[in-house]
Antibody
Framework: EVQLVESGGGLVQPGRSLKLSCLASGFTFSNYGMNWIRQAPGKGLEWVASISSSSSYIYYADTVKGRFTISRDNAKNTLYLQMTSLRSEDTALYYC???????????WGQGTLVTVSS | DIQMTQSPSFLSASVGERVTLSCRASQNINKYLDWYQQKLGEAPKLLIYNTNNLHTGIPSRFSGSGSGTDYTLTISSLQPEDVATYFCLQRNSWPLTFGSGTKLEIK
């Protein structure tokens, strides 16, 4: 069974940093592209970043480019999102999601909540 | 960036009714369009990928169609468990963009 478990969320002050993790199991992690998608409270979904299976290709939303870094450790079956210079508008539930071969977000974790507030 | 516009924002329908949700892209997305269902308090779930392909385990009452800029999700016979918000996503080009969602309720 595919499982994605996010962690690392919490309350952080504006301008500070936070690193999210997503531990994957139930599939060969190194074979699949991975993604971060976020959802502000009561709002819709926003794609944040994607990384290919070997980290060769990385893409970011304009809203986080230059502040967030997506990475992965295939030996540890873990996806990361390093977030710096956090803003109040980054407050959201952050989901990790696995690509299917079609490129769609076939599997999602339950999310980790990031709250940026002083 | 490609803008995705969903309509309606809110829909109330009766059990057994045929329901149609729409998603319009600001430019041709070559059928790289997915539909996701999000129930209250849950993570989103993939329903349909590449316009008209049903994801594994999704009931056949869900179907998708469209081309170019206009896409549709159809539920052939609405069930109580279909109460959710539905989002479309274009994967034709970066940055990937979601629609703002259609909230579906039972009348």
């Amino acid at each position: 069974e595919v499982q994605l478990v996010e962690s690392g969320g919490g309350l952080v002050q504006p301008g500070r940093s936070l690193k999210l993790s997503c531990l994957a199991s139930g599939f060969t992690f190194s074979n699949y592209g991975m993604n971060w998608i976020r959802q502000a409270p009561g709002k819709g979904l926003e794609w944040v970043a994607s990384i290919s299976s070997s980290s060769s290709y990385i893409y970011y939303a304009d809203t986080v480019k230059g502040r967030f870094t997506i990475s992965r450790d295939n030996a540890k079956n873990t996806l990361y999102l390093q977030m710096t210079s956090l803003r109040s508008e980054d407050t959201a539930l952050y989901y990790c999601a696995r690509h299917d071969y079609s490129g769609s977000f076939a599997y999602w974790g339950q999310g980790t909540l990031v709250t940026v507030s002083s | 960036d490609i803008q995705m516009t969903q309509s309606p924002s809110f829909l109330s329908a009766s059990v057994g009714e045929r329901v149609t949700l729409s998603c319009r892209a600001s430019q041709n997305i070559n059928k790289y369009l997915d539909w996701y269902q999000q129930k209250l308090g849950e993570a989103p779930k993939l329903l349909i990928y590449n316009t008209n392909n049903l994801h594994t385990g999704i009931p056949s009452r869900f179907s998708g169609s469209g081309s170019g800029t206009d896409y549709t999700l159809t539920i052939s016979s609405l069930q109580p468990e279909d109460v959710a918000t539905y989002f479309c996503l274009q994967r034709n080009s970066w940055p990937l963009t979601f629609g703002s969602g259609t909230k579906l309720e039972i009348k």
